[in-house]
């Protein structure tokens, strides 16, 4: 189940996507696990546009809906 009160790609639940949830994202992916906060992309997959958008919010450049 998708928890309801995280935000989308804020995969360490401290409020805030920096680098580090891109590298939680990361290695979700890499282990073939399944968050599915980590699939910012809305796909059903955790895949590297989900890891690229988590960075991009994290350093600023973009926003995604909560
Ligand atoms: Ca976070």
């Known amino acids: 189940m ?3 009160l995280s935000q989308k790609g804020d995969l360490n ?6 680098p580090i949830d891109a590298v939680i ?4 992916a ?3 696990g399944v968050n599915y906060n980590a699939d910012v992309g809305g796909d059903g ?3 590297s546009l989900d ?3 988590i960075l991009q919010v994290a350093v ?4 995604i809906g909560s």
Do not use: E, H
Request: glycine fraction near 4%.
């Open 2 to 4: 998708q928890p309801i």
């Open 13 to 18: 639940s401290d409020n805030k996507i920096t």
């Open 25 to 28: 994202a990361l290695t979700i």
């Open 30 to 32: 890499a282990s073939d």
């Open 45 to 47: 997959k955790v895949a």
């Open 51 to 53: 890891r690229l958008m």
């Open 60 to 63: 600023g450049n973009i926003a």
